[in-house]
């Protein structure tokens, strides 16, 4: 049996989060988590199963945002031969193998209306219905649910059941981000340096008392995943020689086209240069997709943006404005507001998000953009 995972920290908000986890996992209550993206949702919902009397039975994490829409429910459910196109064979679902176990249902909220409808049948009554069958099969299943969304305004959008809402709230757990946890940040940099020597097999001689500094002030928008990623690489790309500041910003500036974590007058023109140019490099591979993402929201008239994307009275185009490629008026002509480029993109995720409800992946196909990107931007943007 493998060892029973932990939440490491000290800092009182995760102290008292331990211990609400401890009341709750000597019970079969239902659990809602939220948090943060990275924040450690799994790593919670694994600390309960494994403190639970279920602890020797099968834990399931299930994604329901990574599993198309069509299929989540013979994931969930299982199906019968013949129930659908494909369906060669019987086949279990999710909650009849995690029976007696644990299943971790995370980004709840991206679950179909449909599939919700069934999966609150589960919650009630213990029971369910393979797709394509009819007989009734009980289950005895822990149910730990996830969420980084604000599930509450789901509900008043008509995306989540209200019933269902209700009910995985029967005890609700919040992850704090990762930037609310001081030293914490410190003390699971270490953790995870000390893993990752013994998995590389590479000595690490730690961060400089300035690096350490840089760790506390830095805001972590992908939390502890975003942490332990990044000890990661420092460690191999770095071959375990001391972490320095300028090296932890090179490592962040990398990973992101915002400007450096700090400005030190002191910093090599050399150096500056070099994070200059990582940072263009990184703009001129996005460049494309931000022309094609706004072109989605606005048409194919360039005339139209300046009306949808800026504040100010917007004017309305006549049948004798001509043809699309006519050229975009600049701001000094129409007394329009100039806006940055980052800005007219920042609101165009923030529009299509709330037109989509919270919804990534449609939101990402609207925009022609792919979800990874979608999500980078989210992080950076802080929507």
């Known amino acids: 049996m493998s060892r029973p995972v932990d939440i490491l920290g000290r800092s009182p908000v995760i102290l008292q989060l331990r211990e609400l986890a401890m009341q709750v996992a000597v019970t079969d209550v239902t659990v809602l988590i939220t948090g943060e993206t990275g924040s450690g949702k799994e790593v919670l919902a694994r600390f309960i199963h494994d403190r639970s009397r279920r602890s020797g039975k099968s834990f399931i994490p299930v994604n329901c945002g990574a599993i198309p829409s069509g299929i989540l429910e013979s994931e969930l459910f299982g199906h019968e031969r013949g129930a659908f196109t494909g369906a060669l064979q019987s086949r279990k679902g999710y909650f009849e193998s995690a ?3 644990t299943i971790f249902l995370d980004e709840i909220g991206e679950m179909p209306l449909e599939t919700q ?7 009630e009554t213990g029971e369910f219905q393979r797709v394509g069958a009819s007989e009734t099969i009980a289950t005895d299943t822990r149910i730990v649910a996830a ?3 604000n599930l509450h305004q789901a509900v008043a959008d008509k995306h989540f059941r209200e019933d269902l809402y209700y009910r995985l709230r029967s005890v609700e757990l919040q992850i704090p981000p990762l930037r609310e946890r001081g030293g914490d940040i410190l003390l699971l940099a270490e953790h995870f340096m000390r893993e990752f020597e013994r998995k590389h097999g590479i000595d690490f001689e730690g961060f ?11 805001q972590w928008p ?3 995943r975003e942490l332990r990623n990044l000890t990661e690489s420092l460690l191999i790309l770095e071959r375990g020689k001391e972490i320095t500041p300028d090296i932890l910003d090179r490592h962040l500036v990398q990973r992101s086209r915002h400007k450096s974590l700090v400005h030190d007058p002191g910093r090599t023109d050399k150096n500056e240069m070099n994070l200059i140019y990582g940072s263009l490099i990184q703009l001129r591979q996005e460049i494309g997709e931000i022309r094609q993402m706004l072109q989605q929201l606005v048409g194919t008239r ?7 994307l800026l504040p100010g009275p917007a004017s309305t185009p006549t049948e004798d404005s001509g043809p699309a490629e006519q050229p975009v008026p600049r701001p000094a002509d129409t007394g329009e507001e100039t806006v940055p480029l980052d800005e007219l993109e920042k609101r165009s995720i923030s529009t ?4 989509f409800g919270g919804n990534r992946r449609k939101t990402a196909q609207a925009l022609g953009i792919n979800e990874r990107t979608l999500y980078r931007k989210i992080r950076e943007y802080g929507l």
């Open 99 to 101: 029976d007696r176990g």
């Open 302 to 308: 360039p005339a139209a943006l300046p009306q949808l």
């Open 208 to 218: 400089s008392p300035e690096a350490t500094e840089l760790l506390l002030r830095y």
């Open 222 to 224: 992908g939390n502890v």
């Open 147 to 149: 969420t980084n969304r």
């Open 117 to 123: 409808v069934k999966f609150l049948r589960v919650i």
């Open 352 to 355: 299509t998000l709330q037109k």
